[in-house]
C-alpha cells in the first residue's frame, strides 16, 4: 500500500517533482490471528479467574456490542466512501489523509480480533454452565463476537480501500 505523494506541493527540495514515497504493506493475517488467539485465550480464563478470586463473572450488557457494532459500521461506511474516491472518481486523497485511514485500520483490525475473540471465549466458557445468567451472557458475548469480527472485516476493506496500484499514482 503507498499513501499518494502530492504532487501539487513539490518536492523536498522545493521541486516541481512528488515528495518521497513510502510504502506500507497489508496487515499480514498471522497478526490478526495472534492477536485473535491472545483475545480467546484472556476471555476464556475471564470466568474461572473470576470465579476463583471469589468475584462475580463480569456481566455483558447490549452496550458492548452495540458498541462494536457501530465501529464496524462507521469503518464500513468510511472505506466505501474512500474506495469510491479513490477507485471509482479517481481522486486523490492527501497523504495524511491515506495514512490516518490506513493507521485506523490497522488499529481496528488488530482492535477488532482482539475484541471479538475475547467476547467468543468468554461466551464458550459459559458453556454447560448453571447459571441463571449464563444463556443470556453467551448470547450477548456471541453478539459482541460477531461485532469484533465484523470490526475486522470492514477494518480490512479499509485498508485495501487505499491501495493503489502503481500505474494509478501517475
Known amino acids: 500500500m503507498a499513501p499518494h505523494a502530492d504532487r501539487t506541493s513539490g518536492g523536498p527540495d522545493g521541486s516541481d517533482g512528488p515528495g518521497p514515497e513510502g510504502t506500507l504493506r497489508p496487515t499480514p493475517p ?11 485465550v484472556i476471555g476464556l480464563l475471564v470466568r474461572p479467574v473470576a470465579e476463583r478470586l ?31 474516491s ?4 479517481r481522486e486523490r ?5 491515506a495514512v490516518n485511514r490506513l493507521v485506523l485500520a490497522r488499529a481496528c483490525a488488530l482492535v477488532g480480533a482482539l475484541a471479538g475473540a475475547g467476547y467468543l471465549g468468554y461466551a464458550l466458557s459459559w458453556l454447560g454452565a448453571e447459571a441463571d445468567l449464563a444463556p443470556e451472557r453467551m448470547l450477548r ?11 475486522v472485516v470492514a477494518a480490512l476493506l479499509l485498508e485495501r480501500a487505499c491501495r493503489v496500484r502503481s500505474d494509478e499514482r501517475g
Open 86 to 89: 479513490v477507485h471509482v472518481h
Open 93 to 97: 486523497l492527501e497523504p495524511h489523509q
Open 30 to 40: 498471522v497478526v490478526v490471528g495472534a492477536w485473535a488467539l491472545v483475545g480467546l
Open 54 to 84: 471469589g468475584s462475580t463473572a463480569p456481566l455483558v450488557t447490549w452496550a458492548q456490542p452495540l458498541a462494536l457494532l457501530l465501529v464496524a459500521a462507521i469503518l464500513a461506511v468510511t472505506a466505501r466512501a474512500t474506495w469510491r
Open 141 to 151: 458475548s456471541g453478539v459482541a463476537s460477531l461485532g469484533g469480527a465484523l470490526t
